[in-house]
């Protein structure tokens, strides 16, 4: 079961509200610039640029009286189309200060004013950015004093500066690294994984080598066949009865004339390979099969028979030695090792994908060392709102109710969820930057067939579970999903990583164990001084032999001491190695908008 959509955007509104931090100033400079907008008789007379941390900037806009009032002149044009005001008709031309007071009378006394205002920067701003400074604005410039403020002072036909906060998209910096043109390339790491099957890796060789065997013919008549053989029969099949002797003869497809037949396992029907160890050229032998399971012809499948088979010819079969003249046999400029190499590789990739995130968090890593990026807070939010709205919706579809869930649709729950989620956020963004940098300068592409491949398969799943598909968005989203990907493998390809092979479940750390111990000890005893701290403050003494959990109990009419106990116990965990998941409960939970059933 799902949100209505309308109740999601109507409610994740509320999670804009103070969710701004504050900037300091980190380096400024000045460009005049002339043009200004679709006005001809608008223009800037200079902009400053003053750079903020996590990609913002604050822009001062100096704006010429002739620019003020056109806004001005032109919210009066709107309003009067709009507003009906006794001796005048509507639409005509309505004095500005008639209808300032029309608006005052209605609680609005500055509105033309903050129109204009508002106009000015939203036609301002983009351009100023953009064209002058080359930087690309993300999410709604605010201005630094409201315009409601402004507003008190604004004269049209003055002149005026507007200092305004924007978002930019930021710029990747990739770090100087002696001897490297390309700091991605020749990454550092390690991660774990499970050994290379090479019992796969023997069989998928010795396949190759069996389909370049050679024949030779055997002049014996009293040789008998042996595994690895190989023979050329007649056959001819009977359905078996219920005591295995021959019945109903089988349809010719299930005979034939001169049918060859290599006597290795698991070739063949259960039983024809084994019937025919020992057979000799002229023999003819009765013997009894069972049909597999899973073949095409379901009248047959799993079905036992009996075939009358006579032995017209066998050849001594040789497989080929892996050398470098039959590696180039195999494909022109192969060499054996070469061969071995891309027969590891393909024998190892479904192996492979089970570790591929491991693999991507250690490239990650060390993908983050050699560049830098700062992440514009506007992003940090609205990836934060995608994730809280998931998780709402994730908790209608595990039964709780939409009013108990409406309840915890807040900007204090959800400043709270996006403090947990921050680093997660940043660090993917980063990664996903880079990823994308990389693309652009090694020309990697994403075939457009693996891409209809992915989303063939995503429309059978939302057809099967009548979901809503919105082609566009996944489309987008399996695409930088693929592109992710195939940046990921070239830096595996070129990266110098340390793989540590495990045999079954790992190993239990025993250091970090003891280490996580220590630190959860060392909050409670914060813990315990924090609430015995406040108790004295209120007059009350804690008794020394009272458990931590009793302590916080017995204070717990304290007003102070409530508070600190809430603030101390969700330390306790350990954030860092949580799942995302988990981190959005405890936040909720530590919010107070989940009931903790371990307390029941």
Known sequence: MRFQQDFLSAALCLLLAGSSDAFVPRQRSTIVHPAFIS???????ASTLERLPESAVKVKLEIPGSATKAAYEKACTELSKSITIPGFRKGSKIPPHVLEQAMAAKGGRNALRVQAINA????????????????????????????????????PGDDLELSVKCDVWPDIEWKTIEGKEKPYLGLKGSYKRKPFDQAKFEKALNDLKERYATLETIEDKNYELQTGDACVVNMEGYMATEDGQKGEKLPDAASGDRVEVILGEGRYMTGLVEGLIGAKVGDTRTVSVTFPTALRDKTLAGKKAVFDVTVLEASKRSLPEVTDEFANEVRAGLTAESLKAELQKAVDSEDSKEYAPARNAALAKA???????????????NQAREKFAMMMADMRNNGVADEEIKKQISPENFLKYKKIVKDDIVKDFKVSMATDEIARLEGIDVPDYQVEEQMESIKQEAAESKEEFDEAAIRSRVEATLMRQAVMDFLAENAELEVEFIEGEEEFDAELMERLAAESFAREEELAAKTEGSSSETGESTPETLPVAETAAET????????????GASPKRDVGSMSLEDKAYYALLDAGALKNTDED
């Open 367 to 381: 993908l983050s060392e050699v560049m830098d990026v700062e992440v514009p807070d506007t992003l940090v939010t």
């Open 556 to 567: 717990e009419p304290q007003e102070a001491p409530v508070e600190e106990a809430k603030e």
């Open 120 to 155: 000015l920067l939203a036609e301002l701003i983009e351009p100023a950015l953009k064209e002058e400074h080359g930087l690309e604005p993300i999410g709604q410039p605010t201005l630094e004093t409201p315009a409601e403020d402004i507003a008190d002072d604004f004269k």
């Open 39 to 45: 006005s001809s008789s608008s223009c800037l007379h």
